[in-house]
């Protein structure tokens, strides 16, 4: 059985063109591919969940902690996920209440069955916590979760405040990766990217944290900014190798409605960011100077340097790892059952407060998505092996997708072998789009 491709249009098969890389597709509009999941009525979600906590896994599988931190000094002009301006007296306030939800969650007999193989404090700006409230972060994790003896435990942040005294509190708090979005060291780019610090500053600070060799740093730039030409992406990348840092994220803007940063393009204040051909140059440009740095690649947009950046949180998260989310914001999934908190830091704190599940939302998990979660990853990678998609109601997925990949490899996007399916660079800076092609083509039958 083979998929008709006759329902879809260029979406999702993609355009005939001389220039894949810059035209094979309408721009991107997220940044990651995601299935379609049914909302659960909310009292029933939570009682799933809870469920769920309270008895041991049915099922082993890989896991990891993502803890929120929903607090930044400033909002960066393209982001839609600013929460809340830091103050002392909210975040001390926060920060009791995420000990107590760490408390309360460690306990559960779902937590205690197996180890956690990664953890990941995201935001916002985890950076924001003291010195003290670092290290004691870290210290409640090791404490009360059972962590794999080689668990990646992520601190991501701004180089903006983050000065020794705070790096050693996290060290020594447990804290062995550091993830820091520089963005740009570009200082006009991060001007206008509302970035607090000029480059020069943010490059020293990165090379005087990575010359320790205390712990993984990984840095993230965005290509796309307004000003970022192609000459200061490049200088970008240069200045990211002279830091010595780890790894490196080069990931697309994508820059959602209603930002700061659009509404001060159409004032008139900036320049528009990069339109999606443009931004597919810089993608080249940054692979190529990756290549010619003999840089070790991880994903279509992750490279490290040396054998410690492993990047494992990212790699499990894409693999469909379970995910305890834990904070005001946070996201993860339990036996595919999505679970969102809540981002309103009143409503967070009040549930802190009487002892409740800080949940949002549930979502039900979705039939087949091991197989979802498979081509995710593996497009992620730049490769899908047949092999590695679960069976399709007792189909091979490869076999009956092979249409549209025979499709895509007319039009530049892929390779296609008997078994395996290789994406062109065209198809790696499309692979999000392909990912969910393939999604919404599984999804339609």
């Known amino acids: 059985m083979f998929v008709d491709l006759t329902p879809f249009d260029e979406t999702i098969l993609g355009t005939h063109t001389p220039d894949p890389l810059r035209f094979a597709f309408p721009p991107k509009k997220h940044a990651h591919a995601a299935t379609h999941q049914m909302p659960l009525p909310l009292e029933q979600g939570i009682a799933g969940v809870t469920t769920q906590l309270l008895s041991p896994p049915v099922q082993s599988g890989p896991r990891c902690l993502y803890i929120h931190v929903p607090f930044c000094r400033v909002r960066c002009t393209y982001c839609h996920f600013f929460q809340h301006a830091a103050s002392r007296t909210l975040i001390d306030s926060y920060f009791a209440a995420l000990l107590k939800e760490l408390g309360m ?3 559960m007999p779902w937590t205690q069955a197996q180890p956690f193989e990664a953890v990941y404090v995201g935001g916002g700006t985890p950076t924001a916590l003291s010195a003290a409230q ?8 090791r404490r009360q979760f059972w962590l794999t003896p080689d668990c990646e435990i992520t601190l991501e942040g701004r180089i903006n405040g983050f000065d020794d005294n705070a790096f050693e509190h996290a060290l020594a708090g447990g804290f062995n990766r550091f993830s820091f979005g520089v963005q740009s060291f570009n200082t006009q780019v991060r001007r206008a990217a509302k970035r607090l610090d000029d480059g020069d500053t943010v490059r020293e600070r990165i090379h005087a944290l990575s010359a320790r060799q205390e712990a993984t740093i990984v840095v993230d730039l965005l290509y796309g900014l307004p000003y970022q030409t192609a000459e200061i992406f490049a ?4 200045d990211y190798l002279q830091t010595g840092a780890n790894g490196i994220d080069l990931y697309q803007l994508v820059v959602a409605p209603n930002t700061p940063m659009l509404r001060m393009v159409e004032q008139g204040k900036m320049p528009p960011p990069a339109t999606t051909a443009e931004k597919a140059s810089l993608f080249a440009q940054g692979v190529s100077l990756m290549d010619q740095h003999d840089c070790r690649r991880l994903s279509v947009n992750h490279w490290a340097r040396d054998q410690r950046e492993q990047s494992r949180y990212n790699r499990l998260a894409k693999h469909g790892a379970d995910i305890l989310p834990l904070g005001c914001g946070a996201g993860g999934s339990i036996d595919g059952i999505g679970i969102m908190q809540h981002r309103d830091l009143a409503t967070y704190l009040d549930a802190m407060q009487t002892n409740t599940m800080p949940i949002a939302r549930v979502v039900a998990a979705v039939e087949h998505r091991r197989v979802y979660d498979a081509i995710k990853a593996g497009l992620d990678m ?3 092996h047949a092999d590695t998609l679960p069976p399709w109601q007792g189909m091979s997925v490869f076999q009956y997708l092979s249409p549209l990949f025979a499709v895509w490899q ?3 996007l892929v390779t296609l072998c008997e078994n395996k399916l290789q994406l ?5 800076f499309w692979s999000v789009t392909l990912a969910q092609a393939c999604i919404h083509v599984l999804q339609s039958l």
């Open 105 to 107: 969650k460690a306990a």
């Open 134 to 141: 670092l290290q004691q972060l870290g210290q409640e994790i």
């Open 235 to 238: 200088q970008d990348v240069a």
């Open 382 to 384: 730049g490769v899908l």
């Open 410 to 412: 007319q039009h530049g």
């Open 424 to 428: 062109t660079l065209a198809g790696q």
